[in-house]
């Protein structure tokens, strides 16, 4: 009997994740034989139902919002990113039996940034709203693409100081709360916080966005997130939400799987049109 290979988003809540419909598409495309289902995890629970998935032919697991600092810990080895934004979004069995794990969070954005929206980002002055795993995991890709300046602005102030004096290694951070934010004006504003999934906003002053500057919400939603309107109020030469990322993420995630990478356009495209309906 031939066993099909599993593949699994954990998360909680779950119900609503895209992942295993992008995934069903991907599989579709590329002619790979494969199922991938949704399970709401419990955070006490993880550690047990990582085992039973991998015990019971599971192959890969994406792991979502609260479980990625979890999976961090779980994985026998990870990659220099993922060690660096000390959060896992990709588990992958090994040859050998182990599970490594990896973030393709930073690369997903990037890929979404650059090639889908054609955003240049070298030279840019780049904002951060938060400071917690979604920014770690984006400040050294973000980096690699030649910005000018990096601020993360937190309502914690001093986990965005004790963030940029863990980054500075990689070129020019800061760290600072929101309310020293009035001064300079911003080519791209990122939120990373989780304010949009409880439909909040961190307090932005509204003339830090610079002329033709863009807006990119970490988060997603089938309507405009609480971020994404800030960004068209404030006159957003663009105000994206992270679907395009999610797409993107999903394919680095499906490639260390299958070694195979899907077209993300396609998919993307029908995402939007679905959502649109
Ligand atoms: P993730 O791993 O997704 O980054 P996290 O580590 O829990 O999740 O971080 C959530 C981020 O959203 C934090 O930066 C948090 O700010 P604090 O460090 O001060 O907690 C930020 N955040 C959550 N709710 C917020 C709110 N209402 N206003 C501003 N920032 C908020």
């Keep these: 009997m031939t066993v099909i290979d599993r593949y699994a988003v954990f998360g909680n809540p779950i119900k609503h994740s895209k992942s295993p419909r992008i995934h069903k598409l ?3 495309q590329t002619g790979q034989t494969l ?3 949704a399970q709401e995890v419990p955070t006490e629970q993880f550690s047990s139902a990582v085992k039973t998935f991998f015990a019971d032919d599971g192959k890969g697991l994406n792991c979502t919002i609260p479980l990625k600092e979890l ?16 959060a896992v979004n990709t588990l992958a069995l090994q040859a050998d039996g182990s599970i490594l794990g990896d973030n393709t969070d930073g690369v997903g954005l990037i890929t979404d940034l650059t090639n889908n ?14 400071a ?3 920014t770690r995991g984006i400040i050294k890709p973000l980096r690699e693409q030649s910005v000018k300046s990096i601020v993360v602005a937190n309502r914690t102030i001093d986990k965005a100081i004790n963030l940029a004096t863990e980054f500075v290694k990689f070129g020019h951070i800061i760290g600072c709360g929101f309310e020293v934010l009035n001064k300079q004006h911003f080519d791209l504003i990122i939120n ?3 304010t949009s999934l409880t439909g909040q906003l961190p307090p932005l002053p509204t003339n830090i966005l610079a002329e033709n500057g863009v807006c990119y919400d970490l988060a997603y939603s089938n309507e405009p997130t609480t971020f994404v ?5 404030n006159n957003a030469l663009k105000s994206l939400d992270g679907l395009g990322m999610l797409v993107e993420q999903a394919a680095e995630a499906f490639f260390i799987w ?3 990478r899907p077209l993300t356009e396609p998919v993307i495209k029908q995402l939007n049109d679905e959502r649109l309906r």
């Design 132 to 134: 917690g795993g979604a």
């Design 229 to 233: 309107r800030w960004g068209q109020e």
């Design 71 to 86: 999976a961090w810990a779980f994985a026998d080895h990870k990659t220099e990113r993922a060690q660096l934004a000390k």
């Design 192 to 194: 990373a916080t989780s």
């Design 117 to 130: 929206h054609g955003i240049n980002l070298a030279d840019r002055n780049v904002l951060i709203l938060g």
């Design 258 to 260: 299958r070694g195979v």
């Design 35 to 37: 199922v991938y289902e």
């Design 26 to 28: 991907f599989a579709e």
